[in-house]
Every structure is written in structure tokens, then in C-alpha cells.
């Protein structure tokens, strides 16, 4: 076998694969000294450094820990507009639901991303998520929710699918985000509206259904319509759950089939139990919990039920603008106790699982061919926990997609003989 890519040298490699010969360290896969070989886009073969296959190309890893390409499982990266005079509101004090109940927040995004065109949001999406890849993300899950009609939600799923030259994209319809301002308080007839107007317009789009079920947006009878109206039409199931109020959303689409319910910083023990039952993923969002000066969700509860934990950026104008996989696996561990093996596992093959994609997220022979090469701080050996422990302080230096180097430029290459070859980028 001639590989495409050969991946040499590996310090640490992580494969997030327990059962991967050699490895050490369950459940992260670890193997000292090692090498990946990419063909076709898959990975092809793992072993020593030194013993793998002839490649095309061959990318140096000394010095570096390499991961599974980072998956973030939850973001709402399209959109237009500012919200800093929010973020300026709300440190003045003023409440996240306050600002949503008097017309701003997510509905200030409305606005500016109704006035946005297919373009202008292809473009201002391309480049967030052209930072998050260069930070190692290589699967992204985007949502529309900005838009509020059946034209303006399916142009935001446009959008994020038209983004060519960055992560993967599995898109996400939340056109239950909020109830638009021409229809306050005349709820059923956005509900009508999403159910019968913009699903089959979206379901297209997209691969999941989210609702937001809350204090401010929908309540649980809703949301549980609206999530079976999608599902009938062939789209996952995901919710935005039990984060300001207490609704009993993350049970109800637990037992819907939701691949994973998202944010539960309120949720409660029947809930955890739901999940567990239905192997329904927990997606942590420390973004939104640290912005919104929020509690954590009960991680030790749903660590006991054995309930996956996955976590996402949440990335978003309002409550969560945060781009880094890094810095969200730190502000897991701080702010809601997960271990440096949780917040690995997190951003990789748990993050796979809730976007009901088990192919992403790990490295084994046959898996989608996706890794990031990235080096602990200066002075770190490469670690686990030094990637974690420094708050953005993990130094990216490659990443490979689909078993093609796509960044950075200057990617440290060598020759099997030890010689530096000048490794352009695919
Ligand atoms: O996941 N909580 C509701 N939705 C988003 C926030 C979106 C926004 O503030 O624009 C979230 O946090
Ligand atoms: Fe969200």
C-alpha cells in the first residue's frame, strides 16, 4: 500500500479507541511513538513510529499529541449582526431572559440575519468556521434559528451547506428558537407556522430538529409537537433543555429518540434517568454557562447513569461567543467538573455520537480519516492534561480532513530518511 498521507513520529497519539492494540490510558487509546497512514480518506493503518506504510506525503509528529479531528456538536454559527451592546447590558446586570422578553437577544439576531443576504451569511459563516478548523475542529454541527420564517430559517441552512473550504457541516433546523415579533402572542400560530411551513421548506437542509424549549421561548407540549412533526419527516431529534427554566424537554425527547439534549443545567434526576434509558447524549455548553453566570448541569448525576458527555462551543452572538474547542475543554473540567479524559472524549467521540455520526471522532483502520496534531505549551511535555490545564494554551499545528492536510500552512513535514521535505498544503 502506497498511502495518501502518513502522519509519522507521533509523541502521543490519542485514538479515543479503548480496544486499539497496544494502547494504554482507557478510555483516550494511547499509544506512545506512533503513526497514522491515511488512503482513500480513512484511516488506513495505526502502529509505531517508523514501521508504517510509503506515503505521498509525510507530516512530522514529534514533539505533538495527536487527537481524533475535534467534532463540536453544537453551535449556531450563521448569523449577522452584533449583540455587543448586550454583552455590555448584561454585565450592567440585566438577565438573559429579560433582554429576550423585551425584544433583543436572539431576536436582535433575527433582524440582522432576515436583513443579511444567502451571501453576505455564507461568507461571515465560512470565516467563523474557518477559525474554528484551523483551531482543529473538522466536524461541526450548525443551526438555523435566526431567521424565524420558512425563506429566512431554509436561507441560514443554505448558508452554513454553502461554506465550502472548512469543516464538515451536519446542519441542525431550530426554526422553534423564539417566537418571532410579529407574531407575539400569538404563539400557536408560530407553532402552525413551523410545523406546516418552514419543516417541509428546512427538513431538506438539514439532518436534526432542535427546539428551544424555555421560560421565553416554548413550552414542553410544543416542543414535543414540533420535534415529532420533525422526526416524522426522517430528521434526528436534539433539544436546547432544561437551561434557564425546568420544562421536562430532556426526558420527553429522550423517550422522542433525541440523539442528544443539550445545555441541562436544570436538569433533574427523572431526567438523567431518561437519558440513560434511551442512550441519549449529554451535550455541555460552558460557554453559555460562563457568560450567563449560570450553575452546571448535575455532570456527576449523569457520570453515575453512565450518560455520554459530549461538549460544544455553543457559538453563538449572545450567550455564548465562544470560538476555541480548547478553552471550552478547560471551562468544562473548571466549571463543571469534568476529568481531562471527559473533556478529550467531549470534543471527540462523544461529540461524534450526539450528532448520531459513531464514525466521527476516534481513529481506527476504516475510520473518517480526520486528526489534529497540536503541541503542549512551551515547556509541556506533550500531555493530555497539558493540553487541557492551560487555558488556550494548546498550540495547533496541523490538521488533516478526510485524510488531506488542510492547515496550517507549514505544517512540520519529513522524509521516511529523517530529511525535511516542504509539505504543500492539498
Ligand atoms: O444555545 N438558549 C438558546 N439559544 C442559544 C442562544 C442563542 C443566542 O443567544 O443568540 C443557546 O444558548
Ligand atoms: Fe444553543
Known sequence: MTADLLVDRISLLLTMEPGTPGAR???????????????????????????????????????????????????????????????????????????????????????QTRAASLRALTALAAARLAGMRARGVTTVEVKSGYGLTPGDERKMLEAARAVTGGPRVVTTFLGAHAVPAEL???????????????????APWAEAIDVYCDRGAF???????????????????????????????????????????????????????????????AVLLPGAQLY???????????????????????????????????????????????????????MTRAAGQALGHPELGHLGPGAV??????RSPPGEPPSAAALVQHLGGAQVRAVVQGGRLVAPPGAPGTGRDGQSTDIAIA
Open 25 to 111: 490510558d482507557a478510555p483516550l487509546g494511547a499509544l506512545e511513538d506512533a503513526a497514522v497512514a491515511f488512503l482513500d480518506g480513512k484511516v488506513a493503518w495505526i502502529g509505531p513510529a517508523g514501521q508504517g506504510p510509503d506515503a505521498a506525503r509525510v507530516l512530522d509528529g514529534r514533539g505533538c499529541v495527536a487527537l481524533p479531528g475535534l467534532v463540536d456538536p453544537h453551535t449556531h454559527a450563521v448569523w449577522a449582526g452584533s449583540r455587543a451592546d448586550e454583552f455590555q447590558r448584561r454585565l450592567a446586570g440585566a438577565s438573559y431572559t429579560e433582554i429576550l422578553e423585551a425584544g433583543g437577544g436572539i431576536l436582535s439576531t433575527v433582524r
Open 369 to 374: 480519516g480526520d486528526l489534529v496534531l497540536v
Open 184 to 202: 407575539r402572542g400569538r404563539r400557536d400560530a408560530y407553532v402552525a407556522q413551523v410545523i406546516e411551513e418552514q419543516l417541509p421548506a428546512c
Open 292 to 346: 450567563l453566570r449560570d450553575s452546571a448541569p448535575p455532570v456527576a448525576a449523569l457520570r453515575e447513569a453512565g450518560v455520554p458527555l459530549a461538549l460544544g462551543t455553543d457559538l453563538n452572538p449572545g450567550s455564548s461567543p465562544l470560538h476555541d474547542p480548547w478553552t471550552n475543554a478547560t471551562l468544562g473540567c473548571l466549571l463543571q467538573g469534568l476529568t481531562v479524559e471527559e473533556a478529550l472524549l467531549g
Open 219 to 281: 413550552d414542553l407540549d410544543e416542543a414535543v409537537a414540533i420535534l415529532q412533526a420533525g422526526r416524522a419527516l426522517g430528521l434526528k431529534v436534539r433539544a436546547h433543555a432544561e437551561q434557564v427554566a425546568y420544562t421536562g424537554i430532556a426526558a420527553a425527547a429522550a423517550a422522542l429518540g433525541a440523539t442528544c439534549v443539550d445545555h441541562l443545567e436544570r436538569l433533574d434526576p427523572a431526567g438523567v434517568a431518561a437519558m440513560a434509558a434511551h442512550g441519549t447524549v
